[in-house]
């Protein structure tokens, strides 16, 4: 028998990412090179984050170069959610909050209408909390309640009521404060599809056997 020994694939995850296959919702320019930064694994999906370093040099403008990146984080200016990242690849994902060290000024990553990312200044008092959505809860060992969000945490012993799609507050200790239920006549924020980066308010929910639910939403457009 023959065995070939060249390599038939890569080894390990991949570390590149073409700037023509980076998600849209960062407004890249496909002329201003070939690569784009890939994020680091974390919590958030590739689609529904973005690279710290391009916060830094495209929404915010600190940065023109990558030097000056690497000395923004070497001196830990830069804080997510209240946590010091070094990280300039660092996965910032939907309504995280970024806080720079020596202007004291508080940022949340959000959609705009265009579905594109977007960042607005918040006030002290909101930089404090992040909103996320309830994708899972179980029972686990000891009959012990875990619930899991879309911003990658674990919560246990919560309030029983707390339901799957539920929108819950989630502080920098990362313990849930509050809850609102996924029901109709509730504010929607949509963050997947076509219309992400609207909000509206959910007018009829249609549940289906073995498919996602219907939801149907009215903005203020009608």
Not at 48 to 68: D, H, R, V, W, Y
Not at 98 to 125: D, P, V
Request: glycine share 6%; hydrophobic share 35%.
């Amino acid at each position: 028998a023959v065995v070939s020994t060249q390599s038939t694939g890569m080894r390990g995850p991949k570390k590149h990412l073409k700037r023509l296959a980076a998600p849209k919702s960062w407004l890249l320019k496909k002329s201003e090179g070939l690569y784009a930064p890939r994020p680091t694994p974390g919590p958030h999906k590739k689609e529904e984050c973005m690279p710290l370093n391009l916060i830094l040099s495209k929404k915010l403008g600190f940065a023109q170069s990558t030097k000056e990146i690497h000395y923004i984080l070497k001196n830990r200016l830069i804080k997510i959610n209240g946590v010091t990242r070094s990280d300039p690849k660092f996965s910032v994902g939907l309504f995280d909050v970024i806080t720079i060290g020596e202007t004291k000024k508080h940022f949340r990553l959000i959609l705009n209408t265009c579905s594109r990312f977007e960042l607005i200044e918040i006030s002290e008092a909101d930089k404090d909390f992040r909103i996320a959505k309830v994708t899972d809860k179980c029972l686990r060992k000891g009959g012990i309640p875990y619930v899991y969000t879309s911003q990658g945490t674990t919560h246990r012993f919560c309030d029983p009521e707390i339901e799957v799609n539920d929108t819950v507050k989630i502080n920098q200790k990362n313990e849930i404060v509050d809850f609102v239920h996924f029901t109709e006549g509730a504010q929607a924020y949509l963050i997947q599809g076509k219309n992400a980066g609207c909000i509206g308010t959910i007018i009829n929910i249609e549940k289906r056997l073995n498919a996602p639910s219907l939801i149907k939403i009215k903005d203020a457009n009608n």
